[in-house]
């Protein structure tokens, strides 16, 4: 059975740079060389790209917890992978939480319900945080292109670039190309419809 | 002699307490909490209505014993004035879409109303429900429909689900509570749980000269205690942990 054997610090963000290649250099586009990056200051409807990515970051940063959790499912180098990558996602939700302010997403607001079962083999987990990675993604490459305020779409593309590299990690652990794309473009609707199936909000009335 | 006016004294402060421990508790209280918090306690007097109007009539020297919002913004705001001791929450909501049980604008769902055209029945931005729906609609990136749709805009949730209740709205953005108390009239659609701000009550005793203290410290102690917690829960609300 091939195994992947764990990446390298330096070899999980070049294979992670390499799958985003021109994508984000597309999305961040036109900006002028030098210019100082304005700072978010999201405008209407921006809120849903930055809030869909905390609930969904916090949703990734359960997997990558139980992941790690979870005995005997990833070699040493395959859980350091999973350990850079949960402590991205800490910086993921920090980043995106500063820009929030009183919407920020606490970390008692979701409780996440990973399945028990996607944590039985190596291959199931695998499949799982993929899936999870691929929807922040896909909504991250939506914000990128179409956040009104140009310090979101900054943001946005640069945690779209952390994004990236965890899920090409992820592909690789799955035997799969790193450099398989990207996914497409997914509307929070779409994404949130996926997310929704994974969290419940405690204490919330009315099974909701 | 001493003894003579120290009884006349007593009996004084007596007089004088009679009255007021004989008045109501003054309750100020959410519109969302109309019909549980009479059925839990008969005794008080309440007045309901929009958290920003009665926040702001406690901010005009109203004389309000206990204060429950439904949002933390508005106790906060009068602790922080100094108007109300330190809030508590004691109640958990969440946010549906209500529609009328003919539904005549025919919405499926939220994203029914991206095509515009219907009436929409939402609470104004400064109060609680008014807020947590822009809020909502804002992370969905649907704060479209509050333009393509035609908007009629009220002062607490009761007229929100009155209206669509009586089919002059083809949708409105309640809690969930609310949707309960109309459900015989309306259907209620749910709305995504990612998306959904946290809907928390909170509640406090007001700080001014003459208040109730200890009748509001007894109708709080009843709101968080075993008895109101099970009217919460079995009027449709979520609860907070224990503590």
């Given at each position: 059975?091939?195994?992947?054997e764990?990446?390298?610090?330096?070899?999980?963000?070049r294979?992670?740079?390499?799958?985003?290649?021109g994508?984000v250099?597309?999305?961040?586009?036109?900006?002028?060389?030098?210019?100082?990056?304005q700072?978010?200051?999201?405008?209407?409807d921006?809120l849903?790209?930055?809030?869909?990515?905390?609930?969904?970051?916090?949703?990734?940063?359960?997997?990558?917890?139980?992941?790690?959790?979870?005995p005997?499912l990833?070699?040493?180098a395959?859980?350091?992978?999973?350990?850079?990558?949960?402590?991205?996602?800490?910086?993921?939700?920090?980043?995106?939480n500063?820009?929030?302010?009183?919407?920020?997403?606490?970390?008692k607001?979701?409780?996440?319900d990973?399945?028990?079962s996607?944590?039985t083999?190596?291959?199931?987990?695998?499949?799982?945080g993929?899936?999870?990675e691929?929807?922040?993604?896909g909504?991250?490459?939506?914000?990128?292109?179409?956040?009104?305020?140009?310090g979101?779409?900054?943001?946005?593309?640069r945690i779209l670039?952390?994004?990236?590299?965890?899920?090409?990690?992820l592909?690789?652990?799955?035997?799969?190309?790193?450099?398989?794309?990207?996914?497409?473009?997914?509307?929070?609707e779409?994404?949130?419809?996926a997310?929704?199936?994974?969290?419940?909000?405690?204490?919330?009335?009315?099974?909701g | 002699m001493?003894?003579?006016t120290?009884?006349?004294?007593?009996?004084?402060?007596?007089?004088?307490?009679?009255?007021?421990a004989?008045?109501a508790?003054?309750?100020?209280a959410?519109?969302?909490?109309?019909?549980?918090?009479?059925a839990l306690d008969?005794a008080?007097?309440?007045?309901?209505?929009?958290?920003n109007?009665?926040q702001l009539?406690i901010?005009?020297?109203?004389?309000?014993?206990?204060?429950?919002?439904?949002s933390?913004?508005e106790a906060?705001?009068?602790?922080?004035?100094?108007l109300?001791?330190?809030?508590?929450?004691?109640?958990?909501?969440?946010?549906v879409?209500?529609?009328?049980?003919?539904?005549?604008?025919?919405?499926t769902?939220?994203?029914?109303?991206?095509?515009?055209?219907r009436r929409?029945s939402?609470g104004?931005?400064?109060?609680?429900?008014?807020g947590?729906?822009?809020?909502?609609?804002?992370?969905?990136?649907?704060?479209s429909?509050?333009?393509?749709?035609?908007?009629?805009q009220q002062?607490?949730?009761?007229?929100?689900s009155?209206?669509?209740?009586?089919?002059?709205?083809?949708?409105?953005?309640?809690?969930?509570t609310?949707?309960l108390?109309v459900?015989?009239r309306?259907?209620m659609?749910?709305?995504?749980k990612?998306?959904?701000p946290?809907?928390?009550?909170?509640?406090?005793?007001?700080?001014?000269?003459g208040?109730?203290?200890?009748?509001a410290k007894a109708?709080?102690d009843?709101v968080t205690?075993?008895?109101g917690?099970?009217?919460?829960?079995?009027?449709g609300?979520g609860?907070?942990?224990?503590?």
């Open positions: 059975m091939h195994r992947h764990g990446l390298s610090r330096g070899a999980f963000l294979v992670g740079a390499g799958a985003l290649g994508t250099v597309g999305v961040l586009g036109t900006g002028a060389a030098g210019a100082a990056p700072p978010p200051a999201p405008q209407g921006d849903g790209f930055l809030a869909f990515g905390a609930v969904g970051e916090r949703a990734t940063l359960a997997f990558y917890r139980t992941a790690l959790k979870t005997g990833f070699n040493a395959e859980r350091r992978t999973l350990d850079e990558a949960r402590k991205a996602k800490r910086t993921n939700i920090d980043k995106i500063a820009v929030l302010g009183e919407d920020a997403v606490g970390s607001d979701f409780a996440f990973l399945p028990k996607a944590f083999t190596r291959a199931k987990a695998v499949e799982l993929a899936s999870l691929e929807l922040l993604v909504v991250y490459l939506d914000g990128a292109a179409y956040a009104a305020d140009p979101t779409r900054l943001l946005v593309s670039t952390v994004d990236g590299q965890l899920l090409a990690a592909r690789m652990m799955k035997g799969g190309p790193a450099a398989a794309g990207l996914p497409i473009p997914l509307g929070v779409q994404a949130g419809d997310l929704d199936k994974l969290i419940t909000v405690p204490g919330s009335p009315g099974g | 001493r003894r003579t120290l009884a006349a004294l007593l009996a004084g402060v007596v007089a004088l307490a009679a009255p007021a004989a008045q508790v003054n309750v100020y959410a519109t969302s909490l109309t019909n549980v918090f009479p008969k008080p007097k309440y007045s309901f209505g929009g958290s109007t009665l009539q901010e005009r020297g109203a004389p309000a014993d206990v204060f429950a919002s439904a933390p913004h906060q705001a009068l602790f922080h004035e100094g109300c001791t330190r809030p508590v929450t004691f109640a958990i909501n969440r946010l879409l209500l529609i009328p049980n003919a539904n005549p604008g025919k919405v769902s939220v994203y029914s109303l991206r095509s515009g055209g929409l939402i104004q931005a400064g109060v609680p429900i008014g947590y729906t822009r809020q909502l609609l804002r992370r969905m990136r649907l704060s429909i509050l333009s393509s749709n035609r908007v009629s002062s607490n949730v009761g007229q929100v009155s209206q669509v209740a009586l089919g002059s709205a083809d949708a409105g953005f309640v809690y969930y609310d949707g108390a459900k015989d309306t259907k659609l749910s709305l995504p990612w998306a959904q946290p809907v928390r009550y909170q509640i406090c005793t007001v700080k001014r000269a208040v109730d203290t200890a009748g109708f709080i009843k205690g075993r008895a917690r099970g009217a919460l829960k079995a009027y609300f609860l907070p942990p224990r503590g």
